[in-house]
C-alpha cells in the first residue's frame, strides 16, 4: 500500500526463469508476467532451408517463431490475492530485452524491441504483428490502454489498440548523433510526450502529428 508501506500481496513466479516483460492492468487489479523462449522438447523445430521462400518478411518472422522449437510462459495474476488466473504456455515469446506489455480490454499487446509484436488474448490466442519502427526503443501505453506511442530512430508511430490503427510520424534531422527516441508519456486527451537521446521534449497530437519540439538544456 503506497498510504502505509504494508506488503498487501506477494506475487510467486519461476524464480529459474527470466522476466520478459509485466503490465498491469488500467484499474490495477491483474498483472500480466510473460517469460523468456526456452527450448521445448515438445515443440518440433522447422529446418531453415525448409521455411516456405513465398513468405514475405513479416509472415516468414511469424512462421519461423511458430516452428522454432521454443516456447514461453505467460502468467496472469490477481494483483490483491496473488491467485493464477491464466497460465499458458505459448509459441510466441520476446527474443531480448526492452519489452513492455499494455493491457487493452481483456487482451495484452506485448510489444518488443525488436519489433516482433504479439496481440493475446485470454484465450491464449496469439496475434503477431509488427509495427512502422525498425526497432521499439521507447514504448509506452495510455492509462486507458487505448493508445501506444512507440518510436525508434527519428521514426515513431501513433496506434490506437482496437483494431491496430497505427499513424507514423518522423523527427527532423538534426546534427550530430543520431536522435532515438527514449520514453513517452501518454495524456488524458490523447496527447503525448516523447523524450530522445538529443535532449528533446517531443509534442504529439492525438492526431499523430508533431506538433512542438523543445530543447532541454
Known amino acids: ?38 527450448k521445448d522438447e515438445n515443440e518440433k523445430a522447422v529446418p531453415y532451408k525448409e521455411i516456405p521462400k513465398d513468405l514475405d518478411k513479416v ?13 514461453a510462459q505467460l502468467v496472469i495474476y490477481e494483483v490483491a490475492t496473488a491467485k493464477i488466473l491464466f497460465d499458458k504456455k ?14 487493452s480490454g481483456e487482451a495484452i499487446h506485448v510489444i518488443a524491441y525488436d519489433n516482433q509484436c504479439a496481440h493475446i488474448t485470454m484465450d491464449g490466442t496469439v496475434t503477431y504483428f509488427e509495427l512502422g519502427n525498425s526497432y521499439n526503443y521507447a514504448s509506452e501505453g495510455s492509462l486507458d490502454g487505448k493508445v501506444l506511442l512507440t518510436g525508434g530512430l527519428r521514426d515513431g508511430t ?24 527514449k ?21 504529439i497530437a492525438p492526431d499523430g502529428k508533431i506538433v512542438a519540439k523543445k530543447p532541454v538544456y
Do not use: C, H
Open 1 to 38: 500500500k503506497m498510504t502505509t508501506g504494508e506488503e498487501v500481496a506477494t506475487l510467486p513466479y519461476n524464480e529459474r526463469q527470466s522476466i520478459a516483460g509485466f503490465g498491469i492492468t488500467p484499474d490495477g487489479k491483474r498483472v500480466a508476467l510473460l517469460y523468456y523462449r526456452k
Open 59 to 71: 509472415a516468414r518472422r511469424e512462421f519461423q517463431q511458430k516452428n522454432d522449437g521454443y516456447t
Open 90 to 103: 505459448l509459441w510466441y515469446g520476446p527474443k531480448g530485452g526492452g519489452n513492455r506489455i499494455v493491457w
Open 158 to 181: 501513433r496506434t490506437v489498440l482496437d483494431g491496430r490503427k497505427n499513424t507514423p510520424f518522423r523527427l527532423d534531422k538534426i546534427d550530430g548523433f543520431p536522435e532515438y527516441f
Open 183 to 203: 520514453d513517452f508519456s501518454v495524456a488524458a486527451d490523447g496527447t503525448a510526450f516523447g523524450g530522445t537521446t538529443a535532449w528533446r521534449i517531443i509534442k
